[in-house]
């Protein structure tokens, strides 16, 4: 649903309500030409308004919007570089877990063939 089509039905159905609880009301022909009046003047300046702060809102996404493209790329580039710059960071340490498991696992085989005789 369009903004503007809401806004549309939302003012539509005002106006309506407006109308149908000034003539609900008892009152003299005069005090019901200047209640329209009135009620009338006070739906434009609310139109007005609401037409007001939709253009903020449009104009504040536009901004938003833009700066989103200009701003999301590179922080995107520095995540993707952060990440490339740990995995190299943390590949010296990988091989030396990897040799160290290997050593550990070693030491057990060893440990292993050494107990086993024994046993016999």
Same mark, same amino acid.
Request: glycine share 4%; hydrophobic share 35%.
């Given at each position: ?22 003539? =609900?009301?008892? +009152?003299?022909?005069? *005090?019901?030409?200047?209640? $329209?009046?009135? @009620?009338?003047? #006070?739906? /434009? &300046? ?13 104009? =504040?996404?536009? +901004?938003?919007?833009? *700066?989103?493209?200009?701003? $999301?790329?590179? @922080?995107?580039? #520095?995540? /993707? &570089? ?16 990897? +040799?160290?498991?290997? *050593? ?17």
């Amino acid at each position: 649903m369009k903004t503007s089509t809401f806004f549309i039905g939302l003012a539509v159905g005002t106006v309506a309500a407006a109308v149908t609880v000034l003539y =609900s009301t008892p +009152k003299s022909g005069s *005090e019901l030409r200047t209640s $329209v009046k009135s @009620a009338s003047t #006070d739906m /434009k &300046e609310l139109l007005l308004d609401a037409k007001e702060k939709i253009n903020d809102l449009k104009t =504040s996404i536009t +901004k938003l919007t833009a *700066e989103a493209k200009k701003t $999301v790329p590179g @922080a995107i580039d #520095d995540i /993707k &570089e952060s990440i490339v710059d740990w995995q190299q960071g943390s590949e010296p340490n990988k091989q030396r877990m990897e +040799k160290e498991l290997y *050593e550990i696992r070693t030491a057990i085989e060893k440990l292993e063939e050494l107990i086993t005789p024994q046993q016999k």
